[in-house]
């Protein structure tokens, strides 16, 4: 299985302030068709997770453009500009290129 | 818009079955696949498997085989997924979300407990 090692975060993050959150793959997630099956997700305490990013680096419909994504084949950042209250929660990264799909373990950000 | 409205909560004993549900609506139900995931309490996320409504094709992860089994309903636009022999270890919350993950549902705890 592909294993996603998510990095930490120095938390707490000061509001205001930018957050990068990474993910490293166990293999590259670029798929034959040329599209990278990389999501990034957030997960509000209590609810469930909401996309944010897709294909590594496309924002999902209604998603604030603090939020951006971009990376390589196996390397990938998301990163939040200007920390707000509304962004404390986990986030979580998941490859959908091999089979079984596989999620990192999570990165939680909290805010100071 | 799209939504996916998932049965309510399960307390069920140890060695039972149980069914969960997810209703789709907001899109074409036979269009998309519908993927079903596992969280345990303070834990990751784990992907168990996935069923295309429109013809009833199925791909599970290995490690859920003989443990969940995914069924759809095309008339009531409505995704199960059965899981059996339970043990403690199936204690979680259990999202559906449709096509790319794009979209889940709300989630549904199911507690294993005798």
């Known amino acids: 299985d592909i294993v996603m090692t998510q990095g930490a975060l120095p938390n707490p993050v000061p509001s205001g302030e930018s957050a990068s959150i990474t993910c490293q793959s166990s293999?590259?997630?670029?798929?034959?068709?040329?599209?990278?099956?990389l999501n990034w997700y957030l997960q509000r305490p209590g609810q469930s997770p909401q996309l944010l990013i897709y294909w590594m680096s496309t924002r999902a419909s209604g998603v604030s453009d603090r939020f951006s994504g971009s990376g390589s084949e196996k390397d990938f950042t998301l990163k939040i500009s200007r920390v707000e209250a509304e962004d404390l929660g986990v986030y979580y990264c998941?490859?959908?290129?091999?089979?079984?799909?596989?999620f990192g373990a999570g990165t939680k950000l909290e805010l100071k | 818009q799209v939504q996916l409205q998932q049965s309510g909560a399960e307390l069920v004993k140890p060695g039972s079955s149980v069914k969960i549900s997810c209703k789709a609506s907001?899109?074409?139900?036979?269009?998309?696949?519908m993927h079903w995931i596992k969280q345990q309490p303070g834990n990751g996320l784990e992907w168990i498997g996935w069923i295309y409504p429109g013809n009833g094709n199925t791909k599970y992860n290995q490690k859920f085989n003989g443990k969940a089994t995914l069924t759809a309903d095309k008339s009531s636009s409505t995704a199960y997924m059965q899981l059996s022999s339970l043990t403690s270890e199936d204690s979680a919350v259990y999202f559906c979300?449709?096509?790319?993950?794009?979209?889940w549902g709300q989630g549904v705890m199911v507690t294993v407990s005798s």
């Open positions: 998941l490859q959908a290129t091999h089979l079984p799909y596989t």
């Open positions: 979300a449709v096509g790319g993950f794009d979209y």
């Open positions: 907001g899109y074409t139900f036979t269009s998309y696949d």
């Open positions: 293999k590259s997630l670029l798929y034959s068709d040329g599209k990278t099956y």
